[in-house]
T-cell receptor, first 111, second 114 residues
Framework: GQNIDQPTEMTATEGAIVQINCTYQTSGFNGLFWYQQHAGEAPTFLSYNVLDGLEEKGRFSSFLSRSKGYSYLLLKELQMKDSASYLCAVRDSGNNRKLIWGLGTSLAVNP | DTAVSQTPKYLVTQMGNDKSIKCEQNLGHDTMYWYKQDSKKFLKIMFSYNNKELIINETVPNRFSPKSPDKAHLNLHINSLELGDSAVYFC?????????????FGPGTRLTVL
C-alpha cells in the first residue's frame, strides 16, 4: 500500500534549528515534495527532491534517501512565522502524476 | 493577478442540497486538481484533469462530479450533500511537463453541511 509517515506535532524555539522527518512506502516514486500550510490557508510549495542528497534554499533545506524511503526538511534560524503545518508528499510514478500526501507535521515556534 | 482562484470561499448549506464550487487558474497550466482536506487535515486527491481530460478519479462518491469546460477551469458539483462532505476543498493546478511539476493551490472553499 501507499504510506507516508510524519510526526504529528513538533515544538521549537525561535532562532533554533528543527528537522522534520518523513518516511514513505509507495508503489512508485517520481519525486518528493515539501509544502507549508499556515492555519486556514492553502498549502504552498517549499522544496522538491528527486535525486538523493540535500537541496538548500535559504533557511530551508530538504534531504532525500531513496534507498531508505526517507526525507527530512531542515528549518534554520526559526522565526515565529514558521509556525505552520509541513506536508510531505510523494509523486507516484506513471502518467497521472498523483501526489500521495502525509498528514502533516504541525510545528509550533515559541519565543 | 490571482493565480488560482475559487468561489465561493465559504459555503454553508443544508443536507440534501446540490451545490457547485468553481475554480479558475490564469497560469496557463495544463493540469488541474480537486482535493478534500478534512478536519484532521488529511489532504486527499479527488480528481485531476489534464487538458480537459480526466486522468485521476479516486474513490469518490458519484455524487461528486467534476467538469472542465476548458483547461483554465475546473468546477466541482456535489449532489445530495451529506454531513460528511463538510471539509475544505482545494483546487490546484500544475504545469506540464516541467521537471518539478509543482502544484499551486487556490485559497480553498470551506463547505459546511448542516
Amino acid at each position: 500500500g501507499q504510506n507516508i509517515d510524519q510526526p504529528t506535532e513538533m515544538t521549537a524555539t525561535e532562532g533554533a534549528i528543527v528537522q522534520i522527518n518523513c518516511t514513505y512506502q509507495t508503489s512508485g516514486f517520481n519525486g518528493l515534495f515539501w509544502y507549508q500550510q499556515h492555519a486556514g490557508e492553502a498549502p504552498t510549495f517549499l522544496s522538491y527532491n528527486v535525486l538523493d542528497g540535500l537541496e538548500e534554499k535559504g533557511r530551508f533545506s530538504s534531504f532525500l534517501s531513496r534507498s531508505k524511503g526517507y526525507s527530512y526538511l531542515l528549518l534554520k534560524e526559526l522565526q515565529m512565522k514558521d509556525s505552520a503545518s509541513y506536508l510531505c508528499a510523494v509523486r507516484d510514478s506513471g502518467n497521472n502524476r498523483k501526489l500521495i500526501w502525509g498528514l502533516g507535521t504541525s510545528l509550533a515556534v515559541n519565543p | 493577478d490571482t493565480a488560482v482562484s475559487q468561489t465561493p470561499k465559504y459555503l454553508v448549506t443544508q443536507m440534501g442540497n446540490d451545490k457547485s464550487i468553481k475554480c479558475e487558474q490564469n497560469l496557463g497550466h495544463d493540469t488541474m486538481y480537486w482535493y478534500k482536506q478534512d478536519s484532521k487535515k488529511f489532504l486527499k486527491i479527488m480528481f485531476s484533469y489534464n487538458n480537459k481530460e480526466l486522468i485521476i478519479n479516486e474513490t469518490v462518491p458519484n455524487r461528486f462530479s467534476p467538469k472542465s469546460p476548458d483547461k483554465a477551469h475546473l468546477n466541482l458539483h456535489i449532489n445530495s450533500l451529506e454531513l460528511g462532505d463538510s471539509a475544505v476543498y482545494f483546487c490546484a493546478s500544475s504545469p506540464q511537463p516541467l521537471n518539478t511539476d509543482t502544484q499551486y493551490f487556490g485559497p480553498g472553499t470551506r463547505l459546511t453541511v448542516l
